[in-house]
């Protein structure tokens, strides 16, 4: 009966989770499910009677969570055995081993024992929400981080709906929020075993404990409202931007893994670019600074396939086009990284006012075991993936931090980046991008595959932080959706509706740059969180 409960328990905490990120019910999330979601996983954990058990509710509480918010990857076409299944148990592998830490941070401890309550030493409880929270945000982090990082999923993204809270991003990244957050549902969870769980016979433990209890949720509530009153510090400051890009920015809405031709694609976006030239034109009586296609447009390898498009696709070839309107573009297509190797990158062009091409930036993180196979490079390989899923290569990752200088009508220039696809969900990326002297992100993004709403807007809130962390502003340009316009507070300028055809024409402000905590630091926050468990760890053995 026990374990039917404790299942139950990490269920329950895994639909409160998925339903708190954004899905197909609740489109933005909730940030006060958030809160409570990881309540019953806390308590099923402190309940627990050892490091299997523990493991195994872990796990199970975060494979139930990625197969319930990220169901939409199954849409990944031949890739889903990996994109969904590989993913989900190599997610679910991640929480057990994480679960190993939880059950030493709420169980392993000798301060629990009504000996050492009664020689005064103390601290237990205090010790459980904290570590449990550090443990959590050490998660959050391992699972966003590295070859096979997948940033959905987690905490942070619940947040979204509470600008006062996700300020904080600028000084301790993303991680703030999953400490927060999981540090709060510690303490409620605490508090209900408090009142459920204390034993009578016992009452300096009940005393002990009680005065902790109260001790770690004053901790908590002052920790939110500091976050709380710098967020509303930071959304009422004024930032008046140094100059301004006119962009036009167009989301043809053709699926790439659907058919979708080189003269279908460059026919609609040119249709679509030259409505939104009008606008501009409307508008400030002059042509846009740049036009920006999205990902996956064009289907040959730059630069060699630079004179097939000064004649092709029909009707509307692409460079007489760039060039016959008259401003640089921005546009998602493959490039050549090495030709004798026939390695291939995942890029995006920059063409010149006059429809000639100058450079690419070729993406750096791919997604693992679709876009990059490791070990492709092996005979064996190659035979068995083409026999298990139809193909064996794939993109090359690029190596270079290129940035793209936008020349403006008042004769100043903006130096922008072009983080691809999921790139603007990876801080480590953007990070890079920054330092090398960005001044704002342009994403371009095919996401039309995933054919639900909820991809579209999980996709957008994790870029969406990016903007915060550097205070700098975040475009996105889609096939698809979420073409979005986001100011460095996180917040919406302008945008287009989910899957359809439009263009839109945004005089996008550029700020100063500011070298924030985070940008300089980097991800300080999980640092701290791992140096405080190694240190309780070698205070345990040290007093055991």
């Known amino acids: 009966m026990k374990g039917i409960l404790q299942v139950f328990y990490v269920l329950f905490s895994a639909i409160i989770f998925t339903a708190a990120i954004q899905n197909e019910i609740l489109i933005w999330g909730s940030p006060f499910l958030g809160l409570f979601a990881l309540v019953p996983l806390y308590i099923a954990l402190k309940r627990s009677s050892s490091y299997l058990e523990a493991s195994l509710l872990t796990g199970l509480q975060i494979f139930t969570v990625h197969l319930l918010s990220s169901f939409w990857l199954g849409n990944f076409r031949d890739f889903a055995v990996f994109t969904l299944g590989a993913s989900a148990a190599g997610t679910g592998i991640i929480g057990m081993v994480f679960g190993c830490y939880l059950y030493y941070a709420l169980k392993e401890a000798p301060d629990h024992s009504v000996f050492l309550i009664k020689q005064k030493k103390n601290g237990a409880t205090l010790r459980s929400i904290f570590l449990f929270a550090a443990v959590w945000t050490l998660y959050e982090w391992a699972k966003s981080t590295g070859f096979l990082a997948y940033p959905w999923g987690t905490l942070v993204m619940t947040a979204y709906r509470w600008p006062v809270i996700t300020q904080i991003v600028d000084i301790t990244g993303t991680w703030g929020i999953s400490f927060l957050f999981s540090l709060f549902s510690a303490c409620i969870g605490e508090g209900i075993l408090l009142l459920q769980e204390i034993p009578a016979v016992y009452p300096e433990q009940k005393t002990v404990r009680f005065k902790e209890y109260v001790c ?88 060699q396939a630079e004179s097939y498009y000064r004649q092709n696709p029909y009707p509307v070839p692409l460079i007489p086009f760039i060039a016959a309107t008259n401003v640089p573009f921005i546009i998602g297509a493959p490039v050549t990284i090495n030709r004798e190797k026939q390695q291939y990158g995942n890029a995006t062009v920059f063409f010149d006012k006059n429809g000639k091409y100058h450079s690419y930036y070729a993406k750096m993180q791919l997604v693992p075991f679709a876009e990059v196979i490791p070990g492709a490079e092996y005979e064996w390989v190659q035979k068995f993936l083409d026999k298990i899923i139809g193909f064996s290569s794939g993109w090359t990752p690029g190596t270079e931090l290129t940035l793209f200088s936008i020349p403006l009508k008042s004769g100043d220039t903006v130096s922008v980046s072009t983080p691809i696809c999921f790139e603007d969900a990876f801080p480590s990326v953007c990070r890079a991008l920054y330092h090398e002297g960005s001044e ?64 839109l024409y945004v005089p996008v402000p550029v700020f100063q740059r500011t070298n924030t905590v985070y940008a300089l630091l980097g991800d300080w926050l999980p640092l701290i969180c791992g140096l405080g468990y190694l240190i309780d760890i070698i205070r345990y053995k040290f007093r055991k």
């Open 440 to 503: 704002v992100f342009v994403n371009l993004t095919n996401d039309s595959w995933s054919m639900t709403r909820s991809a579209e807007y999980q996709h957008f809130v994790i870029s969406s932080y990016r903007a915060i962390e550097y205070r700098t502003t975040l475009v996105r340009s889609t096939n698809s959706g979420y073409t979005v316009v986001v100011d460095p507070s996180g917040q919406i300028i302008c945008d287009l509706p989910l899957f359809e055809a439009a263009s």
């Open 216 to 303: 770690s949720s004053a901790c908590c509530l002052a920790l939110f409202s500091a976050t709380a009153f710098y967020g509303i510090y930071q959304l009422t400051k004024t930032r008046e931007p140094i100059k301004y890009m006119d962009t036009v920015l167009v989301q043809q809405n053709i699926d790439s893994w659907n058919g979708g031709s080189d003269s279908e694609t460059v026919s609609r976006s040119a249709a679509l670019t030259t409505e939104a030239v009008a606008d501009c034109r409307t508008a400030t009586g002059t042509q846009p600074d740049l036009i920006v296609w999205s990902e996956s447009v064009i289907s040959y390898a730059f630069p």
